[in-house]
Each structure stands twice: as C-alpha cells, then as structure tokens.
C-alpha cells in the first residue's frame, strides 16, 4: 500500500468517525461531565439562597443539570449563567408551589421563607439585556473577577466594567419601581 492510499484510509476513518452521530454525542458529553460539578455547586447555591432548604435546593440543582444536559449544545458557551438562571427560576416555581400548598397547612416554623429581595432581584435581571445579565450572574452569583468574565464571554475588561456599570443601574431603578409601588422616579 502506497502513503497516499493509507493517508487516504485514515482520512476516510476520520471523516466515518466525525460523522458518527455517536462519537459527536460522546464529546458534547464530555464536556458536560467535565463542568458538571461546578454547575452543580451554582445550581445548589442558588436553589438554597432563595429557598432555604437543602433539599428542595437539591432538587432544582438535579432538575437545572438534567436541563443543562438536553440543551448542552446551545448552552455550553455560556452554561453557567444559563444554569444560575434556570436554577433560580426552579426555585422561585418551587416556592411558589409550596406557598400555595402551605397556605391551606399549618405554617412550618422550623424552615426559613426564601428572601423577597431575593426574589425581587432575580426579576429585576430578567429586565436587563442578555450581555447585562450575563455579566451581573457571572459577577455576583458565579463569583468571578471580571478578568474571568472578560475571558469567558470573549469581551475587554473594560466591555465587561461597562456593562457590569450600566446593569447596576438598571437593577437599582427595577428594585427602586418595584419597591415604589411600581412607579419610576
């Protein structure tokens, strides 16, 4: 067999593989199972921030990866803030759930109420654009410096201070109108 046909063989190898929906499958996964602790850690932490109980927050955090899992491909490049965000809107569906269950119940002391300032926040971000959001969740629910936001969203530092400047703003007239009655200053 000359070079160029065995070239030729592992070429076609390569492209039957790469085609192979299941070696595809395999790599996307991978990848998933590479950050899947941290995403777990951010799912959990915002589940129990705004819930309060372990394991209504372990719940949302199994709920939010299994939902991370059947969306990798469309969120793998910003997966932790998308995680953040779905994880704190499952909270916020299983307090709502349980308040109305609980409504009609004795009240149970022993567990905390999720924050309403909280809650109140997590709507406000829904309010700011998806690059403000990204970068406020990334700052203060994933805890990174925005050198690390920088890098992960492709963006200059500086890009990154704006936006982080501009949504702070946006949040404090959201937090402020809701906290008015609905009415802006």
Request: glycine share 0%.
């Given at each position: 067999m000359s070079v160029t046909s065995a070239e030729s063989a592992v070429?076609?190898?390569?492209?039957?593989?790469?085609?192979?929906?299941?070696?595809?499958?395999?790599?996307?996964?991978?990848?998933?199972?590479e950050q899947f602790d941290e995403l777990y850690a951010r799912a959990y932490g915002v589940g129990y921030q705004l819930l309060g109980r372990r394991s209504e927050s372990e719940d949302v955090a199994q709920e939010t990866l299994a939902r991370a899992f059947v969306h990798w491909r469309k969120v793998r490049g910003y997966s932790e803030a998308w995680v953040v965000r779905v994880a704190g809107n499952l909270a916020i569906d299983t307090w709502r759930k349980t308040s109305r269950i609980s409504s009609n119940a004795t009240p149970d002391t022993t567990t905390p109420e999720p924050n309403s300032l909280r809650i109140d926040l997590h709507r406000a971000l829904t309010t700011l654009s998806k690059r403000q959001r990204e970068v406020v969740v990334l700052r203060f629910y994933a805890d990174l410096s925005v050198d690390q936001i920088a890098e992960r969203v492709g963006a200059p530092a500086g890009t990154v201070k704006s936006r982080l400047h501009y949504a702070l703003q946006e949040l404090n007239s959201a937090l402020a109108a809701g906290r008015d009655g609905g009415t802006r200053r």
């Open positions: 070429d076609h190898t390569d492209r039957a593989e790469m085609a192979d929906p299941v070696a595809v499958s395999t790599v996307i996964d991978l990848s998933f199972e």
